[in-house]
Structures are given as C-alpha cells and as structure tokens.
C-alpha cells in the first residue's frame, strides 16, 4: 500500500465543489454533540479517505432543513452513546459491533449507526496512554474509520466485506489508531463501478476529472514504480510529463498503449501487469499530471 495519503492536502477538498460536483450530504444525529474537535477529527477523517473518489462532503444536523436536490447522494448516521473521551478510567464492558449499515429486503438502505461507546471501551487503553492533548482528535479519527467503513457499504450498495483496509469485516485496536488508514484498490473500484452506475441517473456526479483520483490511480496501479512519483521518468520507463508543460491527452493515449504492448516483455522479474485503466481513470490520470508544478 502507498502511503501518498498522508501528502494530500485536505484544502484541495473545496475546490472540487468548484467544478459543479454534486456532495455527497451526511445527515448526523449524536447522543450527544461531541466536542467540535471530535467532531472536526470525524470529519477530516472520512474526506481523507474518501478523497480519491473526488467528491466533497457536506455534514448536517438530522434536524436541518432537508433541501439536498443537489446532492450525489444521501446518508443518515447516528452516533450511539457520548463521543468523548471523559471517564475513561472507569471500565466499561459492552460488547457488540462498532457500527451497522441498516438493510432492508436484501437491500442496502443510506441508514448507519456508529457506536462511540464501543470504540472508546475497544479502545480505552490505547486512549489512556494516549497525550491529552491530542486524545480527542485521536478518537475523532478512530470514529471516522469505522463510520467510512459504512459509507462504504452505503456508496457502494453492498453489505459485502473485503480482504484488508476500509472495507475489512472486523477493526483491530492498530486500524484504528494507527497513523495510516485508506482505500485498497479493489475498494475503489468496486466505489468507482457504483459511480458509474450512479452517473446514469444524475449527470453532476464526477462532472470533472479528479486530480486526486488520479493521483491514487497513478500510484496503486503501480504507474509511479516505473515512471517517477510525478511521471518524470526513470531508467526502467520513459518521461510521462516534462515540468511546466501539459501532457496532450492523444500523447499520452498512445503512449499508453504502447506501453502496454511493451511492458510484457520489458519488465523485469516480477514481472508487470499493463495498467488496464478506463476512460475516466485515464482522464483523472491527466488530472493529475497536468496539475503538478
């Protein structure tokens, strides 16, 4: 796994809103309001992880005015028990799931639970040993994965599991509080495919390429291994952009194809399998190449 999460600048968020994208609005109901740190941490989280399918996120009270025509999409989540992190020197014993997606006839319905309650006994040591300082932001965060991991299910109508990272069955106390946590691949394009589908019945969803897309696309898809971090080239793969200048997309169609008809046989032990990538990964690709400096 990359680790070029950690490099996104979550301030690049707003901008995408700028290209007329439709946001995906979460309507939230807490027992009760967290602090706005933990709120906030909630927050970054989910956009971090999400970021790579070029969205933005709008947060709303369950109680506000339910004016979302606009919106790629809709979920209400709501936060079981009191997201905090006070009294954790008193022991609790709860058990039970972390969050749940609610289905209804076989079908996966925009309707979350998150239990904070949960995560904070599951966590409760870890947040002991944990600088005050930084507790609740860290908390805030471990919330924010367990509550992308039913958007997951949410965005991607499935209650089907994967193998590793967002969209594992069941969290370890490291998932949560480690310092990395994204999609997989196959995570994103299984959310990607949803999209497509999606797009059939609104024509806002992803009306403009993602530079952060295409960021992920260009490092998970092993792109980065052979041309450089920003497709400036290296001895196993020619140059796929020069600085300062933009990359023509009939260019860079023909170079990826070419590419791909090499790269069998020039590869070197292990060998590669061609980038198989589609219309709109190739154009959030250019995205990103065209926005480096």
């Known amino acids: 796994m990359s680790c070029f999460l950690r490099c996104l600048a979550l301030a690049a968020l707003p901008a995408l809103g700028q290209?007329?994208?439709a946001p995906v609005v979460i309507f939230?109901?807490?027992?009760?309001?967290?602090?706005?740190?933990?709120?906030?941490?909630i927050r970054r989280e989910v956009a971090?992880?999400?970021?790579?399918l070029g969205f933005p996120f709008e947060w709303r009270p369950l109680d506000s005015p339910r004016d979302s025509e606009g919106a790629r999409q809709l979920a209400v989540v709501t936060f079981r028990g009191n997201c905090s992190t006070a009294n954790l020197l008193v022991p609790m014993t709860i058990s039970g799931p972390l969050g749940i997606t609610h289905i209804s006839s076989g079908e996966v319905i925009p309707f979350a639970e998150v239990d904070c309650d949960r995560i904070r006994t599951f966590l409760r040591r870890n947040l002991m040993r944990t600088d005050g300082r930084h507790r609740e932001s860290v908390f805030g965060r471990a919330i924010g994965r367990v509550l992308a991991h039913e958007l997951f299910h949410v965005f991607a109508g499935t209650a089907r599991h994967g193998s590793g990272g967002v969209a594992e069955p069941a969290f370890t106390e490291q998932d949560l509080m480690s310092d990395r946590f994204q999609l997989e691949t196959r995570?994103?394009?299984?959310l990607r495919a949803h999209l497509k589908e999606a797009r059939k019945q609104n024509s806002r969803i992803r009306s403009a390429p993602?530079?952060?897309?295409g960021r992920f696309i260009f490092q998970e898809n092993g792109c980065a291994d052979c041309h450089g971090t920003l497709g400036e080239g290296t001895q196993s793969a020619p140059t796929l952009r020069v600085a300062h200048k933009l990359v023509d997309e009939k260019t860079f169609h023909a170079k990826l194809v070419q590419g791909a008809m090499r790269l069998s046989t020039q590869a070197k032990a292990p060998r590669l399998a061609a980038p198989a990538l589609d219309e709109d990964e190739i154009a959030d690709v250019l995205s990103f190449l065209n926005g480096l400096e």
Do not use: G, N
């Not at 939230?28 to 941490?41: A, E, G, N």
């Not at 971090?48 to 790579?52: E, K, L, N, V, Y």
């Open 210 to 213: 993602s530079p952060l897309a």
């Open 28 to 41: 939230t109901h807490f027992q009760p309001q967290p602090s706005p740190l933990v709120f906030d941490s």
């Open 187 to 190: 995570e994103f394009r299984i």
């Open 48 to 52: 971090s992880i999400m970021a790579p």
């Open 19 to 21: 290209a007329a994208v």
